[in-house]
């Protein structure tokens, strides 16, 4: 087992018995829940849109390439200047290289999966450059010092009561603040880096092939002046967010918006065509799109598993898997974490060194029936553990740990044995520390109820 597993394995149980983490985990699950089920005005529909959207997405991935060239075209037509990285250490050469070329010494960062996965404000900040995060949730984080635990939702795991907390012992706010209040606190903090940022990061939400547009969409407006305020504009988009047209962009527009928010429209919409034209007085000087492979393709390379490209980081599977409400998002050691994360990550970032997140999932399948993509995330899992397996890669004292229970629980009469016996071998073998057997197995139970 090597270190990252190892710390997953300590990380995770310790997740698993704090009963106050919890405790907020369910509450903003239940929260978001009731949120899905408001909506009754979108839900007859629901079906039919994501069976468009899935069908939409397979071509999108299938040809890949091909929509990937048409937005180059398109998008460089209009002004914009396309740097493809390979991996995040070439990604974050080439943004510290355009901010560096124009003497640029802060900017501000608004909410961006890919920003953080190849951790751009932390190679900023070591070349002298201040980085302003713009989102509420990555502001929060950053000032408790912690990572992402949902894909969807940055502070997820938090309770208002521990961030009002922690504002008052960092920043001396009022300890009784309210949630109106911790906010117009923190927009009063972060506003005045929009007047003297010389240059903004955003994420991206989608990429329109057909005119070479980006879409940025937000909760907040942070993401709206971050695209027109600064003099250069930097976003930062993988290669899976490109779809065909802007037709196309109803539908995930609107499913994207439901399964994060429960809403059928973002509160805020920005569609960028292009830089600052001679005639207009408003927009950035300059636009560049750093387009992200950074281990993509190892998913796409794989025609089993390349569905799991189709994701719309909406965090619905989130809000379902029984293991992600045990031990929440922060275990994982990546950004993409919860039931996507447990698929893509090992693909990512290599199965040998995270195949221990291929067996943290029960395989229960409530992610797929959620899915707006129809991702078969269990299956894909399993793909994951048999590639596992095909490269040897599962050690051996698993194996014979495995083999061992598999053979016990073939055999009746084992399993219909003195618990204590059975918790004893459970204990030597898996090295767990507490009791899992009942004084009765379900068979017994049975028996005795024919009788």
């Not at 912690?146 to 502070?155: C, G």
Request: proline share 4%; net charge neutral.
């Amino acid at each position: 087992m090597n270190d990252i597993a190892k710390k997953f394995q300590i990380d995770s149980a310790k997740a698993a018995h704090d009963e106050n983490r919890y405790q907020v985990l369910q509450h903003n699950i239940n929260t978001y829940h009731d949120l899905l089920q408001s909506n009754h005005e979108i839900m007859p529909f629901l079906s039919t849109l994501r069976t468009r959207a899935e069908y939409i997405k397979e071509n999108v991935i299938n040809n890949l390439e091909e929509y990937l060239k048409d937005f180059e075209k398109a998008f460089s037509l209009n002004g914009g200047k396309i740097i493809w990285a390979n991996d995040a250490a070439t990604a974050c050469r080439s943004i510290e290289k355009i901010l560096t070329e124009r003497n640029i010494t802060s900017i501000i960062a608004t909410q961006s999966l890919e920003a953080e996965e190849i951790e751009i404000a932390q190679h900023l900040r070591q070349q002298n450059i201040e980085v302003t995060h713009s989102h509420i949730g990555n502001f929060i984080n950053e000032v408790i010092g912690e990572k992402r635990s949902n894909i969807a939702h940055a502070a997820f795991h938090h309770s208002f009561e521990e961030m009002a907390q922690l504002f008052h012992q960092k920043f001396d706010t009022p300890e009784d603040i309210s949630p109106e209040q911790l906010m117009d606190f923190i927009r009063s903090h972060i506003r005045p880096h929009f007047q003297t940022a010389e240059a903004s990061i955003t994420g991206v939400d989608f990429l329109i092939a057909e005119n070479g547009a980006i879409v940025l969409n937000g909760e907040e407006g942070d993401q709206l002046m971050a695209s027109a305020l600064p003099k250069v504009h930097i976003a930062i988009a993988g290669i899976e967010r490109v779809i065909p047209t802007i037709k196309d962009l109803e539908i995930f527009r609107l499913l994207s918006e439901y399964y994060k928010y429960g809403r059928e429209f973002p509160v805020y919409e920005n569609i960028i065509t292009s830089p600052q034209k001679s005639n207009e007085n408003n927009g950035v000087k300059e636009l560049f799109l750093v387009i992200l492979n950074n281990g993509r393709h190892q998913i796409l390379n794989r025609i089993n598993q390349r569905k799991a490209l189709y994701c719309i980081k909406c965090g619905a599977c989130f809000s379902v898997c029984p293991v992600y409400k045990s031990i929440g998002g922060q275990c994982y050691d990546s950004i993409y974490s919860g039931p996507i994360g447990t698929v893509i990550t090992p693909l990512m970032k290599g199965i040998k060194t995270y195949q221990h997140l291929c067996y943290a999932c029960t395989l229960c399948g409530r992610c797929s029936e959620i899915c707006p993509m129809k991702i078969p995330i269990p299956d894909l899992i399993i793909y994951n553990r048999y590639y596992i397996n095909k490269l040897n890669a599962v050690p051996q004292p698993l194996k014979r740990r495995s083999a061992f229970l598999f053979n016990f629980q073939k055999s009746r009469k084992k399993m219909n044995r003195n618990k204590n016996i059975k918790n004893y071998f459970l204990r030597k073998i898996w090295n767990t520390t507490s009791d899992s057997f009942s004084d009765k197995t379900f068979h017994q139970i049975h028996e005795e109820g024919i009788e």
